[in-house]
């Protein structure tokens, strides 16, 4: 599962990050690391982008860019 198929109302941990893409290492600086906790906040129309809440603070994510967060369910880490 991804960050761009996340459910409302989940909290999510990020169990891996490819950092293949140059626009996804900035967005790890943003704090989009392993073990940050995220959830969806909202969506655009049609979408994308996605709002996603962690820290406290939002950010936005084009859905292209979020497929390269894989993320689990927090009920889910052992």
Do not use: K, W
């Not at 996340?6 to 290492?25: F, T």
């Not at 790890?28 to 809440?53: N, Q, T």
């Amino acid at each position: 599962m991804t960050l761009a198929s996340l459910e409302r109302g989940i909290r999510y941990v990020i169990a891996s990050v490819d950092c293949a893409d140059p626009v996804v290492q900035r967005l790890m600086v943003l704090g989009l690391v392993e073990g940050a906790e995220v959830e969806l906040a909202s969506s655009a129309i049609g979408g994308d982008p996605l709002e996603f809440r962690m820290f406290g603070n939002a950010i936005s994510l084009r859905r292209e860019h979020a497929r390269y967060f894989t993320v689990r369910p927090v009920d889910s880490i052992g």
